[in-house]
T-cell receptor, first 116, second 117 residues
Framework: DADVTQTPRNRITKTGKRIMLECSQTKGHDRMYWYRQDPGLGLRLIYYSFDVKDINKGEISDGYSVSRQAQAKFSLSLESAIPNQTALYFC???????????????FGPGTRLLVL | AQKITQTQPGMFVQEKEAVTLDCTYDTSDPSYGLFWYKQPSSGEMIFLIYQGSYDQQNATEGRYSLNFQKARKSANLVISASQLGDSAMYFCAIARAGGTSYGKLTFGQGTILTVHP
């Protein structure tokens, strides 16, 4: 079984709808992240959480919200979807290894979202 | 702020040859980590290799090695003996190693590598 899972894997929705993307991990990591990837661009950080009570905005958080329900679960919500939120969304996890800067992030398979 | 620049939108290599994918970075942090990820056409992100800013030796992982030149702020990925399965998008990323936001990754735009038989 995959260590980091994302549901759904594909989603089509309409402008104005609220949707939630879910991420679960069995790696036991404290840290979780949400990224989006647009064609021709690298990944950009939306939100990140270093533990259940610590949630922080990334570089492109407008239009998104998150919930860290447990150590293993981190959900991303689009409150009112718009077409330019069409993208590939990734969840990632990392563990504080004790070596600063060496917190390798492990990614889920991604969710392809299309907003019509 | 940190920045990654990957200047090669696309690269081609013959099977069994070596290829170098360029990555330059900009950071004011004294301590940081550099990462390379592979993204095949199926879309998943696969971690390849890590280099710490204070590591004395260049990182190696199997056929992957990192040509780290700190003074030039470059961290090029070298893939030896290319295989058809190496065809993918490759991303370079940097994470700061201190402060309140350590661990966050900043990605470059990626390089598409195509391996020809």
């Amino acid at each position: 079984d995959a260590d980091v899972t994302q549901t759904p894997r594909n989603r089509i929705t309409k402008t104005g709808k609220r949707i939630m993307l879910e991420c679960s991990q069995t790696k036991g990591h404290d840290r979780m992240y949400w990224y989006r990837q647009d064609p021709g661009l690298g990944l950009r950080l939306i939100y990140y959480s270093f533990d259940v009570k610590d949630i922080n905005k990334g570089e492109i958080s407008d239009g998104y919200s998150v919930s860290r329900q447990a150590q293993a679960k981190f959900s991303l919500s689009l409150e009112s979807a718009i077409p330019n939120q069409t993208a590939l969304y990734f969840c990632a996890t990392s563990d504080r290894t004790g070596t600063a800067g060496k917190e390798t992030q492990y990614f889920g398979p991604g969710t392809r979202l299309l907003v019509l | 702020a940190q920045k990654i620049t990957q200047t090669q939108p696309g690269m081609f290599v013959q099977e069994k040859e070596a290829v170098t994918l360029d990555c330059t970075y900009d950071t004011s942090d004294p301590s940081y980590g550099l990462f390379w990820y592979k993204q095949p056409s199926s879309g998943e992100m696969i971690f390849l290799i890590y280099q710490g800013s204070y590591d004395q030796q260049n990182a190696t992982e199997g056929r992957y090695s990192l040509n780290f030149q700190k003074a030039r702020k470059s961290a090029n990925l070298v893939i030896s003996a290319s295989q058809l399965g190496d065809s993918a998008m490759y991303f370079c990323a940097i994470a700061r190693a201190g402060g309140t936001s350590y661990g966050k990754l900043t990605f470059g735009q990626g390089t598409i590598l195509t391996v020809h038989p």
